[in-house]
C-alpha cells in the first residue's frame, strides 16, 4: 500500500507555545487529508478534511483557529496547534487519500503539552 | 447518517482459541469497510478491506472478515488466536472521494495462557 509519514512521532511543548504536525504521502498525490485526534483508550475522532489547495472543513466542535490546517501541496498537509496547553495532548493521526478507494494513514504523533 | 457500532468494548481469549468480534454499520450508501488493529501507543494496521465483490475477505495475520449487507454487518474472525494478538481492534466505514472514514469505539483484546 501507499506511504504516509506522519512527523514528528511525538513531541512536547510548553503551555503556550505552537506545534507544527506534518504528514507527507511519500508515493502518492493526496488530494484529500484528514486529520484525527485519539485520546487515550478512545476511539479516533475527525477533526477535519482539507482538499489540496482550498480551506478545510472542520467538524463541529473543533476550534479552526486553535488548529490550523494547511493542505498547500498535493503531497504535504499539516496541523498547528497553537497557544497549545495541556487539554491539548492527545495522539494526532493524519489519513491521505488519492485516487484509490483507501485512505492511508499515518503513524501518529504524541503530543505533550505541559 | 454514518455510524460503526462494535458492542463490545473488551474481550478476553486464550491463546489458541478463535476469536470474532463484532461490527455493525449504518451507512447510506455502498459501504466500504476496513478492519484496523493498534498497539499501544502506536498507529494504526490495516488489517483488512472490503469494497466489493466477494464477501468474506482475507487480511494479514490470519484474520477474516465477511460482509453481510442484510445485517450490516462485517465480523472480523480468527481461527486461532496469538497472544501478540492482544491489541485494540477498529471497525470503520466510509466511501469514496471526500468521505473520511467513521471508527468504531473499538474493542480490546486481551490473550491469556
Known amino acids: 500500500g501507499a506511504v504516509v509519514s506522519q512527523h514528528p512521532s511525538w513531541v512536547i511543548c510548553k503551555s503556550g507555545t505552537s506545534v507544527k504536525i506534518e504528514c507527507r504521502s511519500l508515493d502518492f498525490q493526496a488530494t484529500t487529508m484528514f486529520w484525527y485526534r485519539q485520546f487515550p483508550k478512545q476511539s479516533l475522532m475527525l477533526m477535519a478534511t482539507?482538499?489540496?489547495?482550498?480551506?478545510?472543513?472542520?467538524e463541529q466542535g473543533v476550534e479552526k483557529d486553535k488548529f490550523l490546517i494547511n493542505h498547500a501541496s498535493l503531497t504535504l498537509s499539516t496541523l498547528t496547534v497553537t497557544s497549545a496547553h495541556p487539554e491539548d495532548s492527545s495522539f494526532y493521526i493524519c489519513?491521505?487519500?488519492?485516487?484509490?478507494?483507501?485512505?492511508?494513514f499515518g503513524q501518529g504523533t504524541r503530543l505533550t503539552v505541559v | 447518517a454514518q455510524s460503526v457500532t462494535q458492542p463490545d468494548i473488551h474481550i478476553t481469549v486464550s491463546e489458541g482459541a478463535s476469536l470474532e468480534l463484532r461490527c455493525n454499520y449504518s451507512y447510506g450508501a455502498t459501504p466500504y469497510l476496513f478492519w484496523y488493529v493498534q498497539s499501544p501507543g502506536q498507529g494504526l494496521q490495516l488489517l483488512l478491506k472490503y469494497f466489493s465483490g466477494d464477501t468474506l475477505v482475507q487480511g494479514i495475520k490470519g484474520f477474516e472478515a465477511e460482509f453481510k449487507r442484510s445485517q450490516s454487518s462485517f465480523n472480523l474472525r480468527k481461527p486461532s488466536v496469538h497472544w501478540s494478538d492482544a491489541a485494540e481492534y477498529f471497525c470503520a466505514v466510509g466511501g469514496s472521494g471526500n468521505t473520511p472514514l467513521v471508527f468504531g469505539k473499538g474493542t480490546r483484546l486481551s490473550v491469556i495462557a
Open positions: 482539507s482538499n489540496e489547495g482550498s480551506k478545510a472543513t472542520y
Open positions: 489519513s491521505a487519500r488519492g485516487d484509490e478507494r483507501e485512505a492511508f
